[in-house]
């Protein structure tokens, strides 16, 4: 059997060479990378994201009061921002008010009038009198487009922030031959969120890193008997201990993350450290990466054989999954592939519904009497999406099946995530389940490494 690499943390630096990477020590122009960010992504992306889902043109509504939830994307505005397909370029059209210093748009085509921008700000405001916004009904009507689409959806909360009122005085504003023609932004949206740009990976790919070198300082500081997972500060998931019977009771979840569990020695677990390299607020880039540990007993000097089995069943499978998603495929028929690799390898699928208890009774049930190991996976888009059930882009998961006509595009970050679950003989009813989950790009070469993948189980001694 070939053992994962082992690292020994105590007594020694972390990494030969390295330096444990500081936030403060560098300090980047946040607004300006969000600028060239913004504006790339509508000079590269937008054009491309609106002909594949075929929109001619895009509306986004936005007030004081009531920011568009794509300020991200565009920056703070009040009023109607306006892209259009003329077959040439992409035109943007502004009828209101828009911040367009750093982190802003540049260059916009067409600018309403001062009369449309006052009544957008509330100014010499009748309700019924929308004679105001005639220029937004005759700009629309000179592009002539077959399909307007507008922000809302009954399932994406971030392609679902024009309010009620202001849908249908749009839909007043545009006339009935128009308003006909409104369709939802929610594919678009979700394909230029998803569409990264490379400074966005590069902005990725470092908060990663200093993700990475905070978690291992902070496993360093581990003393067993001593040290709480909340003085680690590491997020740590305990998935084997010799103290606790809680992970080996019927129908428990497979692991323990309260704050106040010691560390003991002969613990298995995952462990994670969180950055904020560029604070772009709520829509900062997250981590959601686990590392793996073992404290050895008294007597030992590597890991035990069983748990290092389980581990490495787990990193087989990282590798089986890597090679099925491709550009171009949708979630869906990645799902299928992944499921169909595995298999033929002798895992058995346990689909994941998000709900560990329920989940840890399935997974026991359909591994029992059984000499293979189980898996679920959660491919979840990431990124400055957050990585929840309301998050942008292709998402690959049993319980995220909405997402399963999505396409998956070049340079999409998702979280590579999934579990491996294997029987120990110690407790042959209770499956150990190993989580590995690191974000990484997809990309016409496949799936490529933005940080370490899982290689090894870092050794406590």
């Known amino acids: 059997m070939i053992r994962a690499l082992s690292f020994l943390i105590i007594g020694i630096s972390l990494m030969s060479g390295a330096k444990a990477v500081s936030p403060d020590e560098y300090n980047p122009d946040t607004q300006a990378v969000l600028n060239l960010i913004r504006n790339d992504k509508l000079d590269l992306i937008l054009p491309s994201a609106m002909r594949d889902n075929d929109v001619d043109m895009w509306i986004n509504v936005a007030r004081d009061g009531q920011p568009s939830s794509l300020e991200y994307?565009?920056?703070h505005f009040d009023g109607y921002l306006?892209?259009?397909d003329t077959g040439e370029h992409i035109e943007r059209a502004m009828f209101g008010g828009i911040f367009t210093g750093p982190g802003g748009i540049n260059n916009v085509d067409v600018i309403g009038s001062t009369k449309v921008a006052r009544a957008v700000a509330g100014y010499e405001y009748d309700p019924e009198d929308l004679s105001a916004y005639d220029e937004i009904r005759q700009y629309v009507a000179k592009n002539d487009p077959k399909t307007i689409a507008v922000n809302y959806s009954d399932w994406?909360?971030?392609?679902?922030?024009?309010?009620y009122t202001q849908f249908l005085k749009l839909s007043k504003i545009l006339g009935?031959?128009?308003?006909?023609?409104?369709?939802?932004a929610e594919y678009l949206i979700t394909d230029y969120r998803s569409r990264r740009t490379l400074r966005e990976i590069v902005v990725?790919?470092?908060?990663?890193?200093?993700?990475?070198?905070?978690?291992?300082?902070?496993l360093s500081r581990i003393i067993p008997g001593v040290t709480t997972i909340g003085d680690c500060a590491c997020d740590a998931r305990i998935y084997y201990s010799d103290k606790s019977e809680r992970i080996r009771e019927p129908h428990a979840t497979s692991w323990i993350r309260?704050?106040?569990?010691?560390?003991?020695k002969g613990d298995f677990f995952a462990f994670s450290g969180d950055a904020n390299w560029m604070d772009f607020g709520p829509n900062s880039f997250g981590v959601d990466t686990k590392h793996h540990a073992y404290i050895l007993r008294d007597g030992e000097d590597n890991v035990p054989d069983e748990l290092q089995y389980a581990w490495d069943q787990t990193k087989?499978?990282?590798?089986?999954i890597r090679e099925q998603v491709e550009v171009g495929m949708t979630s869906g028929e990645a799902l299928t592939a992944i499921v169909r690799a595995l298999e033929e390898e002798n895992y058995i699928y346990t689909p994941f519904t998000d709900d560990p208890a329920d989940d840890y009774r399935m997974i026991q049930d359909m591994l029992a009497g059984k000499n293979q190991s189980g898996f679920y996976v959660d491919l979840h888009a990431m990124?400055?999406?957050?990585g929840t059930l309301v998050t942008v882009g292709p998402s690959i998961a049993p319980f995220r099946r909405d997402r399963d006509d999505i396409i998956i595009r070049e340079n999409h970050i998702l979280a590579f995530e999934f579990a491996v679950h294997t029987h120990l003989s110690d407790r042959p009813s209770y499956p150990i389940t190993i989580n590995f989950s690191n974000p990484q790009v997809v990309t016409n070469l496949g799936i490529e490494w933005i940080q370490p993948a899982n290689e090894g189980i870092f050794v406590i001694h």
């Open 258 to 264: 309260h704050p106040d569990y010691v560390f003991q």
């Open 156 to 163: 994406l909360s971030v392609a679902d922030d024009i309010s």
């Open 176 to 184: 009935e031959k128009y308003a006909q023609r409104i369709v939802s």
């Open 383 to 386: 990124g400055n999406n957050g």
């Open 204 to 218: 990725q790919t470092n908060t990663l890193e200093i993700a990475r070198q905070n978690a291992l300082k902070n």
């Open 316 to 320: 087989k499978a990282q590798g089986i």
């Open 73 to 75: 994307e565009f920056g």
């Open 82 to 84: 306006i892209f259009t």
